[in-house]
């Protein structure tokens, strides 16, 4: 049987269509937070807004400083938590498990993404507070809650990429490694991170793009104040908390302050995407 | 040089420097090699011909035990390298791999500078000296002629080379380390007839120094470069003789149907 050929001119029409739908989509959007953000913020000056310590709406003091240190700081501290853990469960998993344990755990960790994050804010306010806040003292609500239940939470993204980036090392490395008389972990320190670095960096933005993106959990267990925090252990709040707390009753240049936010956001995201690329493309020598 | 002198130094220049006795190799059910017998003489290349599969590689990988590293491989047998059987429960793995280097089918450098390739076995052994480190990359580079080329570009990324110099620079790799002998699987399977003929030429010269056992399907290549010859069929070491003796006068029938092209 002789099959039509596929009009080859229409598939790929159709195929930019969708793809640039995609892109108009994401381009409306960005206008719209920047439209809605942009005039409050040059109205009021936006070294008020980034630099600004006070954060009293009704009055029209719109200081975003605490939230941006707030977000700064829980991500610091997500990734001091989950990338050495994520690392560290990635390479065992990979190179000294057996394959089944590691057939049988890759799943396992894949299926904490699925968890929803309220129910981690949950497990947080229920135990990891009570536990901060009568061992360490504070509030328990606070900066490190936030960090250690986000640091969890990013495990499975820094865990998976970097199982397959590391997967993706050829045999070939391994093999000439061993055939000079490394043990295992030189082999895996000296050669393998290095040429899995990469992916490794990606995964790790990807953990941080969680992170900083993360609300519910966070402002279950961060106590929202909108201070700037004194220690580990003082309440925080980050950007996004500051947007979903207030935005069911916001309106005029308060609600155009936390598109504001947004902008801010958006703005810290960016960077930092484009600093881990850059350290990548510079590690990797090439 | 005394009479005596130059009768003792040959003795120690046709000392067997490897002896394998009664090697079987198994993976699983499969019996990768049988019962095979030889004897690797020092500062002589040993080539090993055979259709594909028929276990010359895994021969060359038993003798620095990379075997170890297969899932399910089992080893009965001697191999006796430095007057001790290299499977005793003390054998120290990663100074047997300093002393017997290995050389693989496809250049695998390390994404990482030359320099950094060139001295990571000093490294990953422990020496932390630059200054010798930098005297044995310059030592090794010259020893695979590739210092000239590559002197002013150290700290460039060993994946940037042709295929040709990557072969060499993981040759230098080895020699680095101070071998005694030096397995080659194949050099030059992945290298174009000049670069082969250049290799060829290499190992030459480093037979001055050196044992050389190389795996190779070209049988002009062992014709051209070794002093012994060893044919392997389905895990066999068929014949095991003076190259040109093998080449001209093979005992055995199986031998005389692969080198003659009649088979394989």
């Known amino acids: 049987m002789i099959r039509p050929k596929p009009n080859d001119r229409l598939i790929r029409l159709s195929l930019l269509t969708v793809a640039l739908t995609a892109i108009t989509v994401l381009a409306v959007i960005t206008i719209f937070i920047f439209e809605q953000g942009l005039p409050v913020m040059v109205k009021y000056g936006l070294k008020n807004f980034l630099f600004g310590q006070d954060w009293y709406p009704s009055e029209k003091s719109f200081g975003l400083l605490p939230m941006i240190v707030g977000s700064l700081l829980v991500t610091l501290g997500a990734l001091l938590i989950g990338v050495p853990l994520g690392l560290a469960s990635a390479i065992f998993l990979t190179e000294f498990s057996s394959r089944r344990l590691s057939r049988l755990l890759k799943p396992v960790f894949e299926l904490l993404a699925g968890i929803p994050s309220v129910v981690y804010g949950f497990l947080g306010l229920m135990f990891l507070v009570p536990f901060i806040r009568e061992n360490l003292g504070g509030p328990g609500l606070s900066v490190l809650a936030a960090s250690i239940i986000l640091g969890i939470m990013i495990l499975p993204t820094i865990i998976s990429i970097s199982i397959d980036s590391i997967r993706a090392v050829p045999d070939s490395y391994r093999e000439g490694s061993i055939a000079l008389g490394a043990t295992k972990w030189q082999t895996v320190r000296m050669v393998v991170l290095p040429a899995a670095r990469s992916g490794l960096v990606a995964g790790i933005i990807l953990g941080m793009g969680r992170a900083i993106g993360e609300t519910m959990a966070v402002i279950m267990v961060a106590g929202n104040a909108a201070d700037l925090p004194a220690s580990w252990l003082a309440p925080v709040r980050t950007l996004t ?46 | ?239 095991f003789g003076q190259t040109g003796q093998i080449f001209t006068s093979p005992r055995d029938r199986r031998t005389e149907d692969y080198i003659t092209g009649r088979f394989g």
């Not at chain 2, 040959?10 to 006795?21: C, F, G, K, L, T």
């Not at chain 2, 001295?119 to 930098?134: F, P, S």
């Not at chain 2, 310059?138 to 695979?144: F, P, T």
């Open chain 1, 241 to 286: 908390s500051n947007i979903a707390l207030e935005m069911a009753y916001a309106s005029g240049e308060h609600r155009q302050a936390l598109f504001a936010t947004g902008v801010v956001l958006f703005v810290i995201i960016m960077i930092l995407n484009f600093l881990a690329n850059l350290a990548a493309r510079k590690q990797s020598g090439r």
């Open chain 2, 1 to 239: 040089m005394t009479e005596e002198n130059k009768e003792m130094s040959e003795i120690i220049a046709h000392q067997n420097i490897i002896e394998v006795r009664s090697l079987s190799v198994f993976y699983g059910q499969f019996q990768a090699l049988k019962d095979v017998n030889i004897d690797i003489q020092a500062r002589k290349i040993t080539a090993l011909i055979g259709p594909s599969g028929c276990g010359k590689s895994t021969f060359l990988r038993t003798l620095n035990r990379m075997n170890d590293l297969i899932e399910g491989v089992r080893t009965e047998g001697w191999v006796i390298f430095d007057g001790k059987n290299i499977f005793d429960e003390d054998t120290d793995l990663l100074e047997l791999r300093r002393r017997i280097g290995m050389v693989f089918q496809r250049p695998n450098p390390f994404p990482l500078s030359i320099f950094d390739n060139v001295t990571y076995g000093l490294r990953v052994h422990g020496q932390t000296d630059r200054a010798l480190m930098e005297e044995r990359l310059v030592h090794s580079l010259q020893a695979v002629n590739l210092w000239d080329e590559l002197k002013d570009r150290l700290e460039a990324n060993a994946l940037c080379l042709t295929g040709e110099q990557q072969q060499r620079l993981c040759i230098a790799r080895v020699l680095a380390l101070g071998p005694e002998v030096v397995l080659m699987d194949e050099p030059c399977s992945a290298l174009d007839p000049t670069a082969t003929a250049r290799i060829e030429d290499l190992m030459y010269q480093l037979k001055q120094k050196y044992t050389i056992i190389i795996v190779t399907h070209n049988m002009q290549q062992a014709a051209r470069v070794s002093d012994f010859t060893g044919y392997f069929l389905l895990g066999e070491l068929v014949e």
